[in-house]
């Protein structure tokens, strides 16, 4: 299998580098025969932005060859070969001008002795944790590993990871500048290293504060007590909220000059960006002068063709009083529920806001793509993981990311995700590698996925996959299409039981299990067979859970005490093999992701009850009807 894979992976060379002519100086030989030839250097002065990449790159070189390069800084003056990591004493002698890089842009130079392999680095704070700093030089770390070396993350853990073996390790001629296409992801997959080696991160400093700023900007707590009248009007009362949730009134100007001032101190400490969004749960204040701003009459919910204009009006203030103040950073404003359509009230958005699209449909798209020209993402696809447990289409994520990409979205805030790797792991993977570059072919990814996870296995898990995913493709279908004047929910529309009957007919079931034995009889060795494992109990768990709806579907028709007992088999099959999961996947920590990272209690019932009938709660049969008299 890594045989196979390592070919796999000089195919990918040939794509990545250009031929030097002839005249070119030669590479640099890092190692020979499972012997070191090379030093690893870094500067004197590096952070851990710099030393934890080059211990990465020691560790990952020492897994591939066998050999151990030491690791110097630049003021020992190490001679012979040099990888140098990030930058140094040694690369401005070289002549390169990494202060001109950007963002988590990197470089990737190999030739006459020399590999450089350095990046922007950059942290706000000192505290900042690394996930919240610029990271050019993990980046070029990540990159040659995975570009030159073959090296892949496709899961967390150990076994996750695949690792070819090359004795001998020569870098031919190699000159490379990337910035990753994603301007900035954050969200769920934002903690973890196996999304930082894949690519998510950040090119901006973005205020860590969150996005329902309206408790931050005018906090109850501080202002209600003297300013009731900032505050929104509901019932006839001033309502102050509570220490999550601000709701204002965004007619009254003096309000406007209170926040204006303690946003701008949000971004005194240096942050980019700040996100801006009203408070979730959003009720509209009912005073005379909100109410004459707009036609938004529902309580939070995105109303196509309708915007909050009261809101829009407000923001704009905030984003005009921002850019005098500092005119080279951005305001984030989310299109969310109320302020999800375009303002009526409002010619034009100012230079400094990035609008973040929260209810993308094609109508809306349309819409904003022809009143601004600046756009990020808050990504909803896998907000159902905790809902209900149905996969997302691989192909499905694709299209949506290229879709959003095509419209100018460079940003993404994951609402979701890494908690399902059982479920999503081919996707998960896929979106790394599309926020490094968008135009990667889904089915290639899935390609590389099996060959590299499966070896022997490789097609019959990919003939899985595509069984596996083959219905769920319909959610998208299924995800509500616009109404203009219609409250609009593409999530809270699905119903568990149809949903499941839909991806996951018999057929399909049985297409699945013949593709997963065929799999573990193709397995030559434990690491596969515990890899098609953990895609098994993904599955099984929504093979039982589909056939603990079908079985509620023929009781529904049937209200007898035997179909009632046929159900309650089925519901106590499908909960014992939950709970016996939870059990195993203890063992497995730092082999591989669970399958599911949520608790015993939401993967069994979801997280408000979703699944609760039956798997909770069983209905009831049908009382025998006594005879007339």
Same mark, same amino acid.
Request: proline share 7%; aromatic share 10%.
């Given at each position: 299998?890594?045989?196979?894979?390592?070919?796999?992976?000089?195919?990918?060379?040939?794509?990545?580098?250009?031929?030097?002519?002839?005249?070119?100086?030669?590479?640099?030989?890092?190692?020979?025969?499972g012997?070191?030839?090379?030093?690893?250097?870094?500067?004197?002065?590096?952070?851990?932005?710099?030393?934890?990449?080059?211990?990465?790159?020691?560790?990952?070189?020492?897994?591939?060859?066998g050999?151990?390069?030491?690791?110097?800084?630049?003021s020992q003056?190490?001679?012979?070969?040099?990888?140098?990591?990030?930058?140094s004493?040694?690369?401005?002698?070289?002549?390169?001008?990494?202060?001109?890089?950007?963002?988590?842009?990197?470089?990737?130079?190999a030739?006459?002795?020399?590999?450089?392999?350095?990046?922007?680095?950059?942290?706000?704070?000192?505290?900042?944790?690394?996930?919240r700093?610029?990271?050019g030089?993990?980046?070029?770390?990540?990159?040659?590993?995975?570009?030159?070396?073959g090296?892949?993350?496709?899961?967390?853990?150990?076994?996750?990871?695949?690792?070819?073996?090359?004795?001998?390790?020569?870098?031919?001629?190699?000159?490379?500048?990337?910035?990753?296409?994603?301007?900035?992801?954050d969200?769920?997959?934002?903690?973890?290293?196996?999304?930082?080696?894949?690519?998510?991160?950040?090119?901006?400093?973005?205020?860590?504060?969150?996005?329902?700023l309206?408790?931050?900007?005018?906090?109850?707590?501080?202002?209600?007590?003297?300013?009731?009248?900032?505050?929104?009007?509901?019932?006839?009362k001033?309502?102050e909220g509570?220490?999550?949730?601000?709701?204002?009134?965004?007619?009254?100007?003096?309000?406007?000059?209170?926040?204006?001032?303690?946003?701008?101190?949000l971004?005194?400490?240096?942050?980019?960006?700040?996100?801006?969004?009203?408070?979730?749960?959003?009720?509209?204040?009912e005073?005379?002068?909100?109410?004459a701003l707009?036609?938004?009459?529902i309580?939070?919910?995105?109303?196509?063709?309708?915007?909050?204009?009261?809101?829009?009006?407000?923001?704009?203030?905030?984003?005009?009083?921002?850019?005098?103040?500092?005119?080279?950073?951005?305001?984030v404003?989310l299109?969310?529920?109320?302020?999800?359509?375009?303002?009526?009230?409002?010619r034009?958005?100012p230079?400094?806001?990035?609008v973040?699209?929260?209810?993308?449909?094609?109508?809306?798209?349309?819409?904003?793509?022809?009143?601004?020209?600046?756009?990020?993402?808050?990504?909803?696809? !896998?907000?159902?993981?905790?809902?209900?447990? +149905?996969?997302?289409p691989? /192909? =499905?994520?694709? @299209?949506?990311?290229?879709?959003? *990409?095509?419209?100018?979205?460079?940003?993404?805030?994951?609402?979701?995700?890494?908690?399902?790797?059982?479920?999503?792991?081919?996707?998960?993977?896929l979106?790394?590698?599309?926020?490094?570059?968008?135009?990667?072919?889904?089915?290639a990814v899935?390609?590389?996925?099996?060959?590299?996870l499966?070896?022997?296995?490789?097609?019959?898990m990919?003939r899985?996959?595509?069984?596996?995913?083959?219905?769920?493709?319909?959610?998208?279908?299924l995800?509500?299409?616009?109404?203009?004047?219609?409250?609009?929910?593409?999530?809270?529309?699905?119903?568990?039981?149809?949903? !499941?009957?839909?991806?996951?007919?018999?057929? +399909?079931?049985?297409?699945? /299990? =013949?593709?997963? @034995?065929?799999?573990?009889t193709? *397995?030559?060795?434990?690491?596969?067979?515990?890899?098609?494992?953990?895609?098994?109990?993904?599955?099984?768990?929504?093979k039982?859970?589909?056939?603990?709806?079908?079985?509620?579907?023929?009781?529904?028709a049937?209200?007898?005490?035997d179909?009632?007992?046929?159900?309650?088999?089925?519901?106590?099959?499908?909960?014992?093999?939950v709970e016996?999961?939870?059990?195993?996947?203890?063992?497995?920590?730092?082999?591989?992701?669970?399958?599911?990272?949520?608790?015993?209690?939401?993967?069994?019932?979801?997280?408000?009850?979703?699944?609760?009938?039956?798997?909770?709660?069983?209905?009831?049969?049908a009382?025998?009807?006594?005879d007339?008299?």
């Amino acid at each position: 299998m890594q045989r196979r894979f390592a070919v796999f992976c000089l195919s990918l060379l040939s794509a990545v580098w250009t031929p030097a002519p002839a005249a070119d100086p030669p590479g640099v030989c890092l190692t020979d025969g499972g012997q070191p030839r090379a030093t690893i250097v870094v500067a004197s002065t590096a952070t851990d932005l710099q030393r934890q990449p080059a211990q990465e790159l020691q560790d990952y070189l020492l897994k591939i060859t066998g050999a151990k390069l030491p690791i110097a800084d630049d003021s020992q003056r190490p001679t012979g070969n040099l990888v140098l990591v990030g930058e140094s004493r040694l690369t401005r002698e070289l002549g390169l001008d990494l202060a001109a890089l950007t963002g988590d842009s990197f470089v990737m130079k190999a030739g006459a002795g020399r590999l450089v392999l350095a990046g922007h680095d950059a942290r706000l704070l000192p505290d900042d944790p690394p996930r919240r700093a610029k990271r050019g030089t993990a980046n070029a770390v990540s990159a040659f590993l995975q570009d030159v070396c073959g090296v892949r993350w496709f899961l967390p853990g150990r076994l996750g990871e695949v690792v070819p073996q090359r004795p001998t390790l020569t870098v031919p001629p190699l000159d490379k500048q990337e910035t990753p296409y994603r301007m900035s992801s954050d969200g769920s997959f934002s903690r973890s290293p196996w999304a930082a080696r894949n690519f998510f991160g950040n090119q901006v400093f973005i205020s860590p504060v969150g996005c329902h700023l309206w408790r931050v900007l005018i906090p109850a707590d501080k202002y209600f007590a003297a300013h009731p009248e900032w505050f929104a009007l509901i019932d006839g009362k001033r309502v102050e909220g509570d220490r999550h949730h601000s709701l204002l009134c965004t007619s009254n100007r003096q309000m406007w000059d209170e926040a204006l001032r303690n946003l701008k101190q949000l971004y005194a400490p240096g942050y980019e960006r700040v996100v801006l969004c009203q408070a979730d749960g959003y009720r509209r204040c009912e005073c005379e002068a909100c109410e004459a701003l707009d036609d938004y009459r529902i309580t939070g919910w995105y109303l196509p063709g309708v915007p909050a204009d009261r809101v829009w009006v407000f923001h704009d203030f905030l984003a005009r009083g921002l850019k005098a103040a500092y005119p080279d950073r951005k305001l984030v404003i989310l299109a969310y529920g109320p302020t999800g359509e375009v303002p009526h009230r409002l010619r034009s958005l100012p230079d400094n806001v990035i609008v973040e699209w929260c209810h993308p449909t094609r109508g809306a798209v349309s819409r904003w793509t022809q009143f601004h020209n600046q756009f990020s993402a808050f990504v909803y696809w !896998y907000v159902s993981e905790s809902r209900n447990y +149905v996969p997302m289409p691989l /192909e =499905g994520v694709s @299209a949506e990311f290229k879709r959003l *990409a095509a419209a100018g979205v460079r940003s993404f805030y994951f609402c979701g995700g890494d908690r399902c790797w059982g479920l999503h792991a081919p996707s998960y993977y896929l979106i790394g590698q599309l926020l490094r570059d968008p135009h990667r072919d889904a089915d290639a990814v899935l390609d590389e996925f099996c060959q590299g996870l499966f070896g022997p296995s490789a097609g019959a898990m990919k003939r899985f996959f595509a069984a596996y995913y083959e219905k769920t493709g319909q959610r998208w279908e299924l995800m509500l299409p616009e109404t203009l004047g219609k409250p609009y929910d593409y999530v809270a529309h699905e119903k568990p039981q149809e949903l !499941y009957l839909t991806s996951f007919p018999t057929e +399909v079931l049985q297409r699945c /299990e =013949g593709h997963l @034995a065929d799999a573990e009889t193709a *397995a030559p060795n434990e690491v596969i067979r515990k890899r098609i494992r953990l895609f098994r109990d993904g599955f099984e768990y929504s093979k039982f859970t589909a056939e603990g709806f079908a079985q509620l579907k023929q009781f529904q028709a049937d209200r007898s005490a035997d179909k009632l007992a046929v159900l309650a088999q089925a519901v106590e099959r499908r909960n014992r093999f939950v709970e016996d999961l939870f059990q195993r996947q203890k063992n497995n920590r730092d082999d591989l992701p669970p399958v599911f990272s949520d608790s015993l209690e939401h993967v069994l019932y979801g997280t408000h009850d979703h699944l609760a009938i039956p798997f909770r709660t069983l209905p009831q049969a049908a009382k025998p009807r006594k005879d007339a008299r």
